[in-house]
């Protein structure tokens, strides 16, 4: 009786586990977007990896939640620590941007000089471990890396004026942009952007066609792409949104603790106005964050209003680079429901294409295992490959035999 009391129970964890883990899931090529011309049928024959199988992680890979955590707990396994040289920038209001210059290690194996302009996630930095692994891989690959370090997010560097980052402010991008082609006249620039990030370089190629003519192409990860839309699955249990919520608001939180003389003081209040810090500081989900400094701070009269304005949907339209845009099926964060949006654009053009993997969660995209990932993604080799294929493809057309 006991050992079939014992079969039951291990049955029901087993069947726990195939159910919560996925076990059963089948693993599959990305699903690609794109309208058909000659430029989208080469780029996908010079990207194997778009038409190879996403295998993650056997035994927990194919949960998009636990790509998540592990992705935002421990952002990558065994990073490298690439060495890069600050800069900084002094914006018109007296704040002081930073960014990390890393230098490529070896050539670009179809020679030239070409520099990856990176724009990090909610609260990251160069020194995020989902960063360091990307710019190491990129350096060995041959590209300059620059990655923007949002204004709060290095607690050790201090803030020179009252605010931090916003979701879609590309003032602080744009300046970075500009040191770069003065400092690197001649390299060839790539757009990268993960997560919030992918949002503000999107809106930073699309609120200024002037603004696309220093690139070669955009790269977008795993955004949302329009905020208004994504809030009312971050209040649904659904996919745990409440969840992710808190924990986003916690990370800004930290970052406004831990800059609270400059953001909260006497240069504050006469920029601003007097904030209460008290609701501030006990907010517990993003939406209310937002109304209680983030709009204010930004001088939006609405939350709705400033959202508008920070969602890179408004303004893709005016971009004619060739752009990729990549997201997954099982990202807790950014549903499926929001994949119309880079499906609808990509459609119209015949130089961009949409790529949706089936499993990686939100910028996991881990591979290797069964149990221990390889340090490097999947995430990273696709936007190496794709931008190397690019460059080809656009070599190909100036010389005539495209």
């Known amino acids: 009786m006991e050992f079939l009391i014992l079969l039951v129970l291990c049955i029901i964890i087993v069947c726990l586990a195939v159910r919560l883990l996925h076990l059963a899931s089948t693993t599959s090529s990305p699903a690609l977007y794109f309208k058909d011309s000659r430029f989208t049928r080469r780029l996908i024959n ?8 996403y295998v993650p992680p056997l035994i927990w890979g194919k949960n998009g939640h636990i790509q998540t955590f592990v992705y935002g707990k421990l952002g990558r396994i065994n990073s490298p620590f690439p060495r890069g040289r600050r800069q900084s920038v002094i914006m018109k209001d007296g704040a002081t941007l930073t960014f990390d210059v890393f230098e490529p290690l070896n050539e670009h194996p179809l020679g030239g000089d070409f520099t990856m302009v990176v724009c990090p996630g909610i609260a990251n930095s160069s020194q995020s471990v989902y960063i360091r692994t990307f710019v190491d891989y990129a350096q060995r690959s041959g590209y300059r890396v620059i990655v923007m370090n949002h204004l709060g997010a290095l607690l050790g560097v201090k803030l020179t004026a009252p605010r931090i ?25 790539i757009a990268v952007g ?9 809106k930073y190629l699309g609120e200024n066609p002037e603004h696309q003519e220093r690139f070669i192409c955009g790269i977008s990860a795993c955004q949302g792409y329009d905020v208004i839309r994504i809030l009312p699955y971050l209040k649904t249990w659904k996919h745990l949104g409440p969840v992710y919520s808190f924990g986003m608001t916690v990370q800004q939180k930290k970052i ?10 006497g240069s504050c209040v006469k920029a ?15 939406d209310c964050l937002d109304e209680s400094y983030s709009r204010r701070r930004a001088g939006f009269s609405s939350l709705e209003e400033y959202y508008r304005w920070c969602s890179c949907s408004h303004y ?10 990549l997201n997954t099926a099982d990202d807790p964060l ?25 499993h990686g969660g939100h910028l996991g995209f881990f591979e290797g295992g069964p149990l221990i990932p390889h340090p490097v993604t999947w995430l990273d080799k ?19 035999s495209f």
Not at 343 to 353: A, D, G, K, L, T
């Open 46 to 53: 010079a990207c194997p990896l778009l038409l190879e199988p």
């Open 334 to 358: 950014i549903t499926t429901d929001l994949h119309d949006i880079p499906r609808e654009f990509v459609s119209q053009r015949s130089n961009s294409m949409f790529v949706v993997t089936k």
């Open 272 to 286: 601003y106005g007097k904030f209460d810090t008290e609701e501030i500081l006990s907010s517990t989900s993003l």
């Open 382 to 400: 696709i936007v190496v490959q794709y931008s190397s294929a690019v460059i080809a493809i656009v070599r190909q057309q100036q010389a005539g």
């Open 256 to 265: 406004l603790r831990g800059h609270m003389d400059t953001l909260f003081g």
């Open 194 to 202: 993960f997560s919030m990030g992918a949002n503000i370089i999107v």
């Open 165 to 189: 980052y916003t979701y879609g402010g590309t003032d602080e991008y744009h300046a970075m942009v500009m040191w770069t082609s003065s400092m690197h006249p001649s390299s060839q620039l």
């Open 316 to 325: 893709m339209n005016r971009i004619t680079l060739p752009m990729f845009f």
